[in-house]
């Protein structure tokens, strides 16, 4: 494990030169396996706790 102290945008960067340097196919697995993170975050559109599976075939606002 490596420990460095940066700043956020020192970080950022680093991390966003990391992810560009990957073959397309290997940022796809990437993005895949960062997608239950994802869930964690809140969404505009707040979900309801249902036991339904429910198709919406018309967002319409």
């Known amino acids: 494990m490596e420990i460095s102290y940066t700043t956020k945008e020192e970080a ?5 030169k990391r ?7 290997e ?7 960062e997608m239950p ?3 964690q975050f809140p969404s505009k ?6 036991e339904n599976f429910i198709v ?3 967002d319409e606002k």
């Open 27 to 33: 940022r796809l697995i990437e993005f895949l396996n």
């Open 37 to 39: 993170y994802f869930a």
């Open 45 to 50: 559109k707040p979900q309801e706790k249902e």
């Open 12 to 16: 950022n960067r680093m991390e966003e």
């Open 19 to 25: 992810f560009l340097a990957l073959k397309p196919s």
């Open 56 to 58: 919406i075939l018309n």
